[in-house]
């Protein structure tokens, strides 16, 4: 075939230059000053919502003030007497929930469950089985061994150096006790909790690494995932982060995994969310805020204002003083571009005090 097409382009080379030759003119070049980068497409679309002022209006949204890991921050915190908000969403790691294989403990999440309820606020459970530190192993023990084929791995960063583990979603035996995790929590919260989430989409993980893994076979287990996480949740929402898949780069390189675990979530009733709220940064915006604006879904939608987005960035500590108030663009952003139903701001100081809840109160 390649031999083919080189032949072929010799002969259109040689026609032309032919025709040139016979005094036949040279067609005119072609006008490409109405090209616009298929990545940059939605690069000024925030530039509708920067008048977007504060405090909100009643907006259909669900506000829930993002915990993370910090379940103690919940006690006493502010939001909880500001009625605009809906709850708290808290990460529970699985190793925590299952220290010994079949022997679950959901301790924490009881007493966060019932904290919220009696100020009248709501548990949205993010449960974490990937992480981005070292230091960090979010699934249990039990899982590295030959019969779940070391059940973890780490994450590799562009450099291929080691950032964080994940749990090897897409081993059958792996997915099995996932499945089974759900089971439990769904007979004890289904229909008391608002949501459960299941992490991001994205991880650093490739055949390089795992010779068991590959796109393919990892979007297939996502998908496996979600319809374990809906059987055992039909009460509650249901939702799965889904902002990159390993093995593409939208718009460019689209092997619809993405896209496939989008219409997935709508055939099966799962919500489809991301984390990471940046709406001036091509990635985000091809990504989560493409698959949320360019459809329509009946299933929730979700996005959540993580570490750093209040100043444009991604998991950034960075206290920055003199600052422009982002919130509320991200909020007109989120309702009316991306049209969500669910918003997670994350508690970052001082950004949240400062910039947040001034938008939450009348």
């Not at 940059?40 to 977007?52: G, L, P, T």
């Not at 708290?88 to 966060?112: T, V």
């Not at 059987?231 to 593409?248: H, R």
Request: overall charge negative; hydrophobic content about 35%.
């Amino acid at each position: 075939m390649k031999k083919y097409l080189m032949a072929a382009g010799f002969m259109i080379a040689f026609w032309s230059f032919s025709l040139f030759g016979q005094g036949q003119e040279e067609p005119a070049a072609r006008d490409t000053s109405g090209y616009q980068n298929p990545g940059e497409r939605y690069m000024d679309a925030c530039k509708d919502y920067q008048d977007a002022g504060c405090p909100f209006e009643e907006d259909g949204i669900k506000h829930f003030v993002y915990f993370c890991r910090d379940r103690d921050a919940v006690r006493n915190h502010p939001f909880l007497e500001i009625d605009k908000f809906d709850g708290a969403q808290i990460i529970y790691p699985w190793r925590q929930l299952e220290p010994q294989k079949g022997e679950y403990d959901f301790k924490e999440i009881w007493e966060d469950y019932h904290y919220l309820q009696e100020h009248g606020k709501k548990l949205f459970i993010q449960l974490q089985d990937a992480s981005f530190y070292n230091n960090i192993i979010p699934a249990p023990d039990y899982l590295r061994s030959e019969e779940y084929d070391g059940g973890m791995i780490y994450q590799r960063n562009d450099e291929g150096k080691p950032e964080g583990w994940v749990a090897k979603r897409w081993n059958p035996q792996v997915r099995e006790r996932f499945a089974l995790l759900l089971e439990a929590l769904g007979r004890d919260f289904d229909g008391k909790i608002e949501g459960i989430n299941l992490q991001e989409s994205c991880i650093g993980v490739s055949e390089e690494y795992d010779s068991s893994f590959s796109p393919e076979i990892y979007a297939q287990a996502l998908k496996a995932n979600m319809l374990a996480l809906k059987k055992a949740f039909p009460e509650s929402t249901t939702m799965q982060y889904a902002n990159f898949m390993p093995g593409e780069w939208l718009p460019w390189d689209d092997f619809d995994y993405l896209r496939s675990i989008y219409r997935y979530g709508e055939e099966i009733g799962v919500g489809l969310g991301g984390p990471d709220l940046i709406i001036k940064r091509k990635g985000q915006l091809n990504h989560t805020i493409a698959m949320m604006h360019e459809s329509r879904y009946t299933v929730p939608l979700g996005i959540a204002v993580q570490e750093g987005n209040y100043i444009e960035e991604t998991g950034s500590d960075k206290i920055v003083a003199e600052r422009e108030n982002l919130v509320p663009m991200l909020h007109a952003f989120a309702k009316d571009f991306m049209r969500v139903n669910y918003m997670f701001w994350v508690y970052q100081e001082p950004y949240f005090s400062e910039d947040v809840i001034p938008c939450f109160t009348d």
